[in-house]
């Protein structure tokens, strides 16, 4: 799963939730040596009833100003369809956008 730039979950595809957060402009992945993107979240899967839970953090995060995550338009967090293999740019690998969710700056 990844955080992406655009707050907008509104396409079949989710593609207009735009690219991985990446206001350092990095390469994709934590075992990419020139990465990671600030977007890049761990792998999760999902239970045989489908359920998930997971409690992470966006390291060195900047939420707003410059470079910031909720800029006028929000964010996404995109959830993939495959596993990000952690180094491949621009996405891990990781396949087909299957959800999505919109966060915006109260």
Known sequence: M????????DSPDFTNA???WNPAGR???RDNPAGAHAGDLPNLTAGSDGRVSIKTMLEGAVWSGEG????????ALIVHEKADD???DPTGNSGKRVFCGVFTRP
């Open 2 to 9: 990844h955080m992406h730039t655009v707050g907008k979950c």
């Open 18 to 20: 735009g690219p991985h």
């Open 27 to 29: 390469q994709h992945g």
């Open 68 to 75: 910031g995550l909720f800029d006028a338009d929000g964010a």
């Open 86 to 88: 952690y180094k491949t």
